[in-house]
């Protein structure tokens, strides 16, 4: 019985390398572009690896106005790590906007690089880039838009810490 706990408890080899993502971190971001006005906000993700055996790990994302405590925004989806240090991502946005995404993942330098190379059920969003790393032990990321008014540029970013 310990045996098989033990088994299906491990990290699946291919999560491994990303396995310092896995918790939940909390932090603060900002936001902007060109059509809307800047903004500031409180955000929480998780990430876990549900299925062992499997090499996913379980993302889910939720954002608040820091002032109310209002809900913003929210997005879940699957990233699929590889061994060669590829990785895919698909996120579906509470907003009904849904990405796949394609990138690399360096476990050395705790770098995650997508780019999308599908956004599906968007109206103006042509294009998404996401960059996560880990700096000081806390996990930074930048997320930058295209749409059809304007070219890739940045759109989010934020500073969370790992909660224990």
């Given at each position: 019985m310990d045996e098989d706990k033990e088994r299906f408890s491990a990290i699946h080899p291919a999560v491994a390398p990303l396995s310092y993502l896995l918790g939940k971190w909390k932090g603060e971001g900002e936001g902007g572009y060109p059509t809307i006005n800047s903004f500031r906000?409180?955000?929480?993700?998780h990430f876990s690896h549900p299925a062992p055996g499997k090499p996913v790990i379980a993302y889910s994302h939720k954002t608040w106005k820091l002032d109310s405590?209002?809900?913003?925004?929210?997005?879940?989806?699957?990233?699929?790590?590889?061994?060669?240090?590829?990785?895919e991502v698909v996120i579906a946005q509470s907003t009904g906007l849904a990405e796949v995404l394609k990138g690399t993942h360096s476990a050395e330098d705790k770098l995650i690089k997508l780019q999308s190379q599908?956004?599906?059920?968007?109206?103006?969003?042509?294009?998404?880039?996401?960059?996560?790393e880990m700096v000081n032990g806390e996990l930074h990321y930048v997320?930058?838009?295209?749409t059809n008014l304007a070219a890739l540029q940045p759109h989010l970013k934020?500073?969370?810490?790992?909660?224990?």
């Open positions: 906000y409180g955000e929480e993700l405590g209002m809900p913003m925004h929210s997005e879940s989806g699957y990233w699929r790590p590889k061994p060669d240090g590829s990785i599908v956004v599906a059920n968007a109206s103006k969003v042509r294009e998404i880039s996401r960059v996560y997320v930058q838009m295209a934020a500073v969370l810490k790992k909660l224990p």
